[in-house]
């Protein structure tokens, strides 16, 4: 009896360790991110800090410090938490990926804040 729970507890701690794991990922191709108030360029799941000026299919322009420059001249802050992908479409990080802040605004948060 005792193996079989020596058994039943191995084999829980291994399941809940690898859904401890999935948390992070990150999806997007290509994006730049707002993450902890780093302006992060994400390409192919690979992210850095963004070196220069980004410029998206649509002609917007992100700059590092997150503003984003639509073509017809008005700009934004990039929030933590939000991204903008490679065809100009800004967005919050989706829920479990790196960079995700769950605020009032969070699909997955609603009625818990």
């Given at each position: 009896m005792k193996k079989l729970l020596l058994l039943l507890t191995i084999i829980l701690g291994l399941s809940a360790a690898s859904f401890a794991q999935k948390p992070g990922k990150i999806k997007k191709k290509n994006a730049v991110m707002m993450v902890n108030g780093k302006t992060m360029l994400c390409k192919a799941g690979n992210c850095a800090a963004l070196p220069g000026t980004y410029t998206c299919s649509d002609q917007c322009k992100v700059s590092p410090d997150g503003t984003v420059t639509k073509p017809n001249g008005t700009t934004m802050k990039l929030e933590n938490g939000y991204q903008i992908d490679n065809s100009g479409?800004?967005?919050?990080?989706?829920?479990?990926?790196?960079?995700?802040?769950?605020?009032?605004?969070?699909p997955m948060n609603k009625g818990k804040m």
């Open positions: 479409k800004v967005s919050m990080i989706p829920h479990g990926e790196t960079g995700h802040v769950c605020t009032a605004n969070c």
